[in-house]
């Protein structure tokens, strides 16, 4: 077993006037994922001879503009998502805390989503090709989802199952505890660094080789295709030791599965990765090499 790390979930805090003010690791996850993905992308355009006929899709002007509506896809599609696919019932019992940001909650696929729609009203606003341009923001995920599983991990939150591995975690708090006829300390899964080597560090390694050094930029939809279908795959693994949201398990469901086939079943998790998974493939057979 691998004790938790004594990590404040805070970078920094202040007071002023009796009001506790906080820089915490989470919100300096999506900062700096979104600096890194801005200067990845930058990297990006700033090289036409990548592109499909030797043109790329934004200018580095355009690209901050795209910025922007990102950062607010990410925010309320995010959150919504979480709303929606994992606590519904709660947050119309409780509308108001659908604003509360800073209590935690968001949703990668709703996130998703936000940033697609702020991105398709952004590239139809500029009359920039969609495939192209959907290639661009899939070769700049990957580094915001490393950063945010690592804050994942240090916020102590979305660990794994209970394991007997070595490098199981003793995460701290009476719900990480809970862990059924195991007495004593209770070891789980770091399911967020599984989340984060996989999603993160590997996928986004495998994208940039492919954008940089294999072309793969020339072929409209691949790149995109290929962060789809790897996200789907990573996730849909780490989802056989992730710990599921609470309001998903019960006495005869341990496990959270949203569809059960007798002792097997698929979780949310898996359940939102699949269509992920199948418009990838549908891209990757449709990219086409576009030559100058």
């Not at 700049?140 to 804050?151: D, F, K, N, S, Y």
């Not at 992730?242 to 006495?251: G, K, L, V, Y």
Request: with cysteine.
């Amino acid at each position: 077993m691998i004790e938790f790390p004594n990590i404040s979930p805070e970078i920094f805090s202040i007071n002023v006037f009796g009001i506790h003010l906080a820089l915490r690791w989470y919100a300096m996850a999506y900062i700096l994922g979104l600096i890194l993905a801005w200067r990845i992308t930058y990297f990006a355009v700033s090289r036409p001879l990548i592109w499909p006929r030797n043109q790329a899709p934004l200018d580095p002007v355009q690209l901050e503009d795209l910025l922007t509506y990102c950062i607010l896809g990410i925010i309320f599609g995010g959150r919504l998502g979480y709303v929606i696919f994992y606590d519904t019932a709660h947050y119309l019992a409780n509308p108001i805390e659908i604003l509360m940001l800073w209590k935690g909650g968001m949703a990668f696929h709703g996130g998703l989503l936000g940033v697609i729609l702020g991105a398709y009203l952004y590239y139809r606003k500029t009359y920039t090709p969609l495939v192209s341009g959907a290639d661009l923001l899939a070769l700049a995920t990957p580094v915001g989802l490393l950063l945010g599983r690592i804050a994942n991990f240090i916020n102590a939150e979305l660990w794994g199952r209970p394991t007997d591995l070595p490098w199981g975690v003793i995460f701290p708090g009476e719900a990480a505890q809970s862990c059924g006829q195991i007495v004593g300390f209770c070891a789980r899964h770091p399911s967020q660094l599984y989340e984060a080597l996989l999603e993160g560090l590997l996928l986004g390694a495998v994208l940039i080789y492919l954008a940089f050094h294999k072309g793969a930029l020339k072929r409209p939809g691949f790149v995109c295709g290929t962060f789809f279908v790897g996200y789907g795959i990573a996730r849909s693994i780490v989802e056989l030791v992730r710990q599921p949201d609470a309001q998903f398990t019960s006495a005869l469901n341990p496990i959270g599965y949203v569809i059960q086939f007798g002792e097997w079943g698929v979780t949310m998790g898996q359940l939102l990765s699949i269509p992920m998974m199948l418009i990838g493939l549908l891209l990757i057979i449709r990219s086409k090499p576009v030559s100058a």
